[in-house]
């Protein structure tokens, strides 16, 4: 694998803004995406991953969200400081994006075929025959029977699963170097989430691209991704490679994410879950985020909040129980 | 489809017979003719022989077949009050009346969906603020005020413009001012808040992640959602305007079939009265089917239950 860095995040800061406070929903996430990489963001509902998403591509909700500082560099170029019409070049053609709800991703007004015949004709120059190849091409891609017939039928004509393939389509059309992934399965049905993972997971070694994976579901992150970012309150608080992390989670939120996946083999009553709910912060933040629902919070980790402490190898957590028996880490 | 539009247009047939027979019976509550057809010192006998020869004596089942089966041929009879066909009567006043409708439901259509998109797409702007404030006031000051206003200030005041009339295409703007401005209002605050409500679905996002520039998200893949409601109330905006030429025509003296229709209705002319309702209610059905055939090629979803 080439160690070819196609899309960098520095310090990136999206904060939303109400009549009265500022809410940092994500506050300082750096990372690099390599090509032919599957990077994971976990971490809960209300945790700044889907907010990582939407601010690579500008989808942010201006009338509350704003990019408050930071870059994002897609190779060298930052996609904060681009034209909108530049911008428009790289969406959809080099960055392309798969969203959570097929069902209200699709325009209910217009046939599958036209919708992915779109993407195309923004971006590539094709006769109408070629389009059309094209897009049975991709239908058959990723797993449409009777591709021919379906370039007809509307979204409603299709199944929550087939709507997702349609997306996943979509993504794929302009063959882009990153495809961002924001909970790609959580609409779904269970049996049609393993089937579009396999999908996923099938594209990804074939195109090679470096992907985003934006997820909640721990086993999802075990079965797809290289490396993995727990976000927590609007920072990450532990990153690694997949293996790493589930060996030896270091942060005690990832503990609490690892130990809430419900197991066979142990015969317990109920489920774990991480006691408390995601706080409420408004900036500037000067204390473990965690702290308030972490059982080994102490003295510090409401005074200042933690660097990153290095674990292993490229495997580092923001915690202050790591201090002394991990090397503090430069970009915490 | 096709069942669809069948099913359809017997439902129209069903109505269109619904209102003619409502007319008919209608207009023979209304009193005798003969009251305001002859001088009030005619003797009963001259009222008797003008019920005769109008028909007017006959058992009213017997009325109502020689009614029906008349139209059949094309027979609308002749109007008691100008004493001319009635077919005649409406052929020459049908081509002012149509205009103003026409021009003034072309103009509601140009007018009220593009600013209720520019309202949207700047939501709480000041033009947003400024063009939907108007708009309120145009949908709620009664269309004959507004036309009587106008008649003041530009006709009494400024000496601009006829205040009644058509011999001069001026004869044509404020009638038209006063028959549109109702229907731009709310045909534009209808599409702002369908407008509004599109604007927040996740498709336009899904579009704009492909690269589409913000003219196509708003202009190709919002509208279409977005006219689905808005085309309904054109189609009733139609008939609503149908029915306001009554009023426009009145107050301007602007000589088409509402104004016919007025005097009619004033005279106890039934065969005027009964024509005139028919052609009014006919238009006003048959753009309903138009309405409803459309949405099918607005929106997909609903094709697919036909």
């Known amino acids: 694998m080439t160690m070819e860095n196609v899309l960098t995040v520095n310090n990136l800061k999206t904060y939303y803004f ?20 599957v990077l994971g963001i976990v971490g809960e509902s209300g945790c700044g991953k889907s907010t990582v998403a939407r601010s690579i591509l500008d989808l942010l909700d201006r009338s509350y969200a704003k990019i408050q500082g930071g870059e994002i560099l897609f190779h060298e ?23 959570q709800n097929p069902q209200s991703s699709l325009n209910p007004v217009f046939t599958v075929g ?15 025959q070629e389009t059309k190849a094209r897009v049975i091409e991709l239908l058959r891609l990723v797993g449409i029977p009777a591709p021919e017939t379906r370039l007809t039928s509307y979204p409603h004509q299709l199944s929550g699963g087939m709507q997702q393939r349609i997306m996943i389509a979509i993504a ?8 961002i992934a924001d909970e790609p399965t959580t609409a779904l049905d269970v049996t049609i989430q393993s089937q579009i993972l396999a ?15 934006i997820t909640h579901n721990m086993g999802v992150v075990a079965e797809m991704c290289d490396r993995v970012m727990v976000m927590y309150g609007g920072v990450v608080v532990e990153q690694g490679e997949t293996a790493s992390i589930f060996a030896s989670p270091s942060h005690p939120y990832t503990k609490g994410l690892l130990a809430s996946i419900p197991s066979i083999k142990e015969d317990k009553e109920e489920l774990y879950s991480i006691p408390g709910a995601v706080p409420k912060l408004t900036v500037p933040v000067n204390h473990c985020r965690f702290a308030d629902r972490c059982p080994h919070a ?3 980790c409401h005074e200042s909040e933690p660097p990153f402490f290095e674990v ?21 | 489809m096709s069942a669809f539009i069948v099913k359809r247009l017997a439902k129209a047939l069903f109505t269109i017979w619904f209102v003619l027979t409502l007319v008919f019976l209608l207009t023979r509550l209304t009193g005798d003719p003969t009251t305001w057809l002859l001088p009030d010192d005619a003797s009963a006998t001259v009222r008797a022989e003008l019920r005769v020869s109008l028909g007017l004596d006959r058992p009213i089942v017997e009325q109502y077949t020689d009614y029906v089966s008349a139209l059949f041929t094309g027979d609308m009879g002749k109007s008691y009050h100008y004493l001319r066909p009635v077919g005649e009567l409406f052929a020459e006043r049908a081509g002012p009346t149509l205009t103003l409708a026409a021009i003034s439901f072309a103009l509601a259509i140009l007018f009220g969906v593009p600013i209720g998109i520019i309202a949207a797409v700047n939501r709480n702007s000041l033009l947003d603020r400024f063009t939907m404030g108007i708009s309120i006031a145009g949908y709620t000051i009664p269309s004959f005020v507004f036309g009587i206003l106008m008649i003041f200030l530009f006709s009494l005041q400024l000496r601009l413009l006829p205040s009644g009339g058509m011999s001069t295409p001026l004869h044509y703007i404020m009638p038209l001012l006063t028959l549109t401005v109702d229907s731009v209002a709310n045909i534009a605050r209808l599409t702002r808040s369908s407008m509004l409500d599109v604007l927040r679905q996740e498709y336009l996002d899904s579009a704009r992640a492909k690269g589409a520039g913000e003219r196509v998200v708003i202009y190709k893949h919002a509208l279409r959602n977005a006219l689905i409601p808005v085309v309904t109330v054109i189609g009733l905006h139609l008939g609503t305007m149908i029915g306001g030429t009554v009023v426009v025509e009145t107050v301007f003296a602007f000589p088409g079939i509402g104004s016919l229709l007025v005097t009619a209705a004033q005279y106890r002319d039934f065969p005027v009265i009964q024509y005139g309702v028919m052609i009014v209610a006919t238009t006003v059905i048959l753009v309903n089917l138009l309405v409803d055939l459309s949405y099918g090629l607005l929106d997909p979803r609903i094709r697919d239950n036909f």
């Open chain 1, 77 to 99: 170029h930052d996609l904060l400081k681009l034209k909108k019409k530049d911008l428009n070049r790289i969406r959809g053609k080099k960055i392309s994006m798969i969203f």
């Open chain 1, 18 to 37: 109400s009549k009265n406070n500022v809410t940092p929903a994500v506050d300082g996430v750096s990372f690099r995406l390599l090509r032919g990489e």
């Open chain 1, 312 to 332: 292993e190898n490229g495997h580092q957590a923001k915690c202050w129980l790591l201090e002394d028996t991990a090397g503090r880490t430069h970009n915490g």
């Open chain 1, 199 to 213: 999908l996923m997971n099938q594209i990804k070694t074939k195109l090679r691209m470096g992907m985003l994976l």
């Open chain 1, 114 to 128: 036209n919708q992915i015949a779109e993407i195309l004709n923004i971006h590539e120059r094709m006769t109408k």
């Open chain 1, 298 to 300: 102490f003295g510090k």
């Open chain 1, 172 to 179: 794929l059309a302009c063959n882009p170097e990153v495809v």
